[in-house]
């Protein structure tokens, strides 16, 4: 997995979903070029059936012709990957390449060429094998009213996947932003982890005293685990009136008695660990969650049993996000401990300018000069949590951005079409009086209806899936209406703009050169 927990597995099912759903929106797209189209191919299809081609022929043509565009597909596909793929890595941190060599890598590509050869040809296939050459061949061939209503739905198709996409990636930004800025219960700023290993407990108070020194120095203290990552899960604690039919996991760490100073992290009840009581070293303080699952009053003083040793609880935390980026705050019981730590915490005064760092890195290496002196921000250590957020969140909006590419040539091309099939309906209307911005009215509003649909059925997907998305996050921002709202009128506002000229242009024809013939 990777350091955020959200797990390779989980990575490549978020890629192959979204994926999956660009994939669907170009099977639509062929699906309605061609149905679309079809009128230019009925004379074909007609004079075919004469000289005495079957129905199964045809549709065998058509659907080699699908399968050929997708071959050709593929490779423009297979180039704009291996160019591509340097940028890929760089984004996800990943180190993969095109495997030509493999068998499984083009096996795979067979079947899922294969796949959409399929899916997109079935239906036109069958629609142009269908023609009745007696009706093509007159001249009286028309698309009807079954075709027109599959190529709206396809539209609308398109465009609820899309709209889906925007608010999911509107959210994910949203979510980002909340997160670098949320309150997660405990301080970041101003402080640096310095890994500390085993052989270098002899001189802990050592180093600790002579850090406290340094001017700009405000506290130093030791953690088992890095904040916000405390990783030791137990669920051998117990206590009296434990419900025993449910089973509890409680998170734990060990630190001295500064830890909550240099955190900043509030008590709702009682005291924090004290160099001053010898009787901490039997004690516990607890969080809010545990307080809760533990449910006793009062809980200070209560007795708990934890491996087998009765600990006693001196104090509750108030509730801080000490898990990795996702996940729930869950109970949390800290224990007092003078060695043994795996992280140095040093809070400054203000930030760590160049000259403190100079200084820490001297009393370090005076003191341990056998091991190099290392050091991370902790607010570093937090973002670095939501990276594999970051990192999807670029994804998403780079198939967002083609999704939208893809439903705007789509809508385009049946705009173009039904502006030709309607083209002498709308001459009788400027020849009744209708004025060209009535027209564009009338043309406009025939295509944001499509776009509305899509909105009223994606919205309450989009919010289904973020719900289940936020669920995992111990913080997370508002499921704000107007996100909704916002990514539904940018569809609106797309689809206009994509059918606009066309309308435009249908709207000012002379009626003469449409009616000329007449």
């Given at each position: 997995?990777?350091?955020?927990?959200?797990?390779l597995i989980n990575l490549?099912?978020?890629?192959?979903?979204?994926?999956?759903?660009?994939?669907?929106?170009?099977?639509?797209?062929?699906?309605?070029?061609?149905?679309?189209?079809?009128?230019?191919?009925?004379?074909?299809?007609?004079?075919?059936?004469?000289?005495?081609?079957?129905?199964?022929?045809?549709?065998?043509?058509?659907?080699?012709?699908?399968?050929?565009?997708?071959?050709?597909?593929?490779?423009?596909?297979?180039?704009?990957?291996?160019?591509?793929?340097?940028?890929?890595?760089?984004?996800?941190?990943?180190?993969?390449?095109?495997?030509?060599?493999?068998?499984?890598?083009?096996?795979?590509?067979?079947?899922?060429?294969?796949?959409?050869?399929?899916?997109?040809?079935?239906?036109?296939?069958?629609?142009?094998?269908?023609?009745?050459?007696?009706?093509?061949?007159?001249?009286?061939?028309?698309?009807?009213?079954?075709?027109?209503?599959?190529?709206?739905?396809?539209?609308?198709?398109?465009?609820?996947?899309?709209?889906?996409?925007?608010?999911?990636?509107?959210?994910?930004?949203?979510?980002?932003?909340?997160?670098?800025?949320?309150?997660?219960?405990?301080?970041?700023?101003?402080?640096?982890?310095?890994?500390?290993?085993?052989?270098?407990?002899?001189?802990?108070?050592?180093?600790?005293?002579?850090?406290?020194?340094?001017?700009?120095?405000?506290?130093?203290?030791?953690?088992?685990?890095?904040?916000?990552?405390?990783?030791?899960?137990?669920?051998?604690?117990?206590?009296?009136?434990?419900?025993?039919?449910?089973?509890?996991?409680?998170?734990?760490?060990?630190?001295?008695?500064?830890?909550?100073?240099?955190?900043?992290?509030?008590?709702?009840?009682?005291?924090?660990?004290?160099?001053?009581?010898?009787?901490?070293?039997?004690?516990?303080?607890?969080?809010?969650?545990?307080?809760?699952?533990?449910?006793?009053?009062?809980?200070?003083?209560?007795?708990?049993?934890?491996?087998?040793?009765?600990?006693?609880?001196?104090?509750?935390?108030?509730?801080?996000?000490?898990?990795?980026?996702?996940?729930?705050?869950?109970?949390?019981?800290?224990?007092?401990?003078?060695?043994?730590?795996?992280?140095?915490?040093?809070?400054?005064?203000?930030?760590?300018?160049?000259?403190?760092?100079?200084?820490?890195?001297?009393?370090?290496?005076?003191?341990?000069?056998?091991?190099?002196?290392?050091?991370?921000?902790?607010?570093?250590?937090?973002?670095?949590?939501?990276?594999?957020?970051?990192q999807l969140k670029s994804?998403?909006?780079?198939?967002t951005i083609l999704a939208?590419?893809?439903?705007?040539?789509?809508?385009?091309?049946?705009?173009?079409?039904?502006?030709?099939?309607?083209?002498?309906?709308?001459?009788?209307?400027?020849?009744?009086?209708?004025?060209?911005?009535?027209?564009?009215?009338?043309?406009?509003?025939?295509?944001?209806?499509?776009?509305?649909?899509?909105?009223?059925?994606?919205?309450?997907?989009?919010?289904?899936?973020?719900?289940?998305?936020?669920?995992?996050?111990?913080?997370?921002?508002?499921?704000?209406?107007?996100?909704?709202?916002?990514?539904?009128?940018?569809?609106?506002?797309?689809?206009?703009?994509?059918?606009?000229?066309?309308?435009?242009?249908?709207?000012?024809?002379?009626?003469?050169?449409?009616?000329?013939?007449?």
């Amino acid at each position: 997995p990777d350091p955020n927990g959200f797990g390779l597995i989980n990575l490549v099912i978020f890629l192959i979903s979204i994926a999956g759903f660009v994939l669907i929106l170009a099977c639509i797209n062929f699906i309605n070029l061609i149905t679309a189209r079809a009128a230019n191919r009925a004379m074909e299809v007609g004079i075919r059936k004469v000289v005495g081609s079957s129905k199964m022929q045809l549709v065998t043509q058509y659907f080699l012709e699908s399968l050929l565009s997708t071959i050709l597909a593929l490779f423009i596909a297979i180039l704009l990957v291996d160019l591509l793929l340097p940028t890929f890595n760089a984004t996800l941190g990943t180190e993969l390449v095109m495997s030509f060599s493999e068998f499984h890598f083009w096996s795979r590509i067979v079947i899922v060429v294969l796949c959409v050869g399929f899916v997109s040809g079935i239906y036109p296939a069958l629609i142009l094998s269908s023609f009745q050459p007696t009706k093509v061949l007159k001249g009286i061939f028309r698309t009807g009213s079954k075709g027109a209503g599959f190529r709206k739905t396809m539209i609308i198709i398109q465009y609820t996947i899309t709209i889906f996409l925007v608010v999911i990636t509107f959210f994910m930004i949203k979510q980002l932003n909340y997160i670098s800025n949320a309150d997660t219960g405990m301080s970041r700023e101003n402080i640096i982890s310095i890994p500390f290993k085993k052989g270098m407990e002899a001189n802990y108070s050592n180093l600790k005293n002579e850090l406290k020194k340094i001017p700009n120095v405000k506290y130093v203290t030791g953690i088992i685990d890095r904040p916000f990552q405390l990783g030791s899960v137990t669920s051998g604690i117990s206590w009296n009136g434990k419900d025993t039919t449910q089973s509890y996991r409680f998170t734990h760490t060990s630190t001295d008695e500064l830890f909550t100073d240099v955190m900043e992290i509030k008590l709702v009840e009682g005291r924090y660990f004290s160099s001053e009581y010898s009787s901490d070293t039997s004690c516990i303080v607890i969080n809010e969650t545990a307080a809760k699952i533990i449910d006793k009053s009062p809980i200070l003083g209560e007795v708990i049993t934890i491996w087998g040793f009765k600990v006693k609880v001196i104090g509750v935390m108030k509730d801080f996000q000490h898990v990795q980026s996702r996940g729930k705050i869950e109970p949390l019981f800290i224990y007092y401990a003078d060695r043994g730590f795996s992280y140095l915490l040093v809070k400054a005064q203000n930030s760590f300018d160049l000259r403190t760092m100079e200084k820490i890195k001297k009393v370090y290496s005076e003191i341990y000069p056998e091991y190099p002196f290392e050091s991370t921000s902790l607010d570093d250590d937090y973002h670095n949590m939501y990276a594999m957020d970051n990192q999807l969140k670029s994804i998403l909006s780079q198939f967002t951005i083609l999704a939208i590419l893809i439903s705007c040539i789509g809508l385009l091309s049946l705009a173009a079409y039904i502006a030709e099939q309607q083209r002498k309906s709308l001459v009788l209307h400027k020849i009744h009086g209708a004025s060209i911005v009535k027209i564009l009215v009338i043309q406009l509003s025939s295509f944001t209806k499509w776009v509305l649909i899509s909105g009223i059925i994606a919205i309450p997907l989009s919010y289904i899936a973020l719900r289940g998305m936020y669920s995992n996050y111990a913080y997370h921002t508002e499921l704000s209406w107007w996100v909704f709202v916002g990514a539904h009128g940018c569809a609106l506002v797309i689809a206009v703009i994509t059918v606009l000229y066309q309308a435009l242009k249908t709207a000012r024809v002379n009626p003469v050169e449409i009616l000329r013939y007449e």
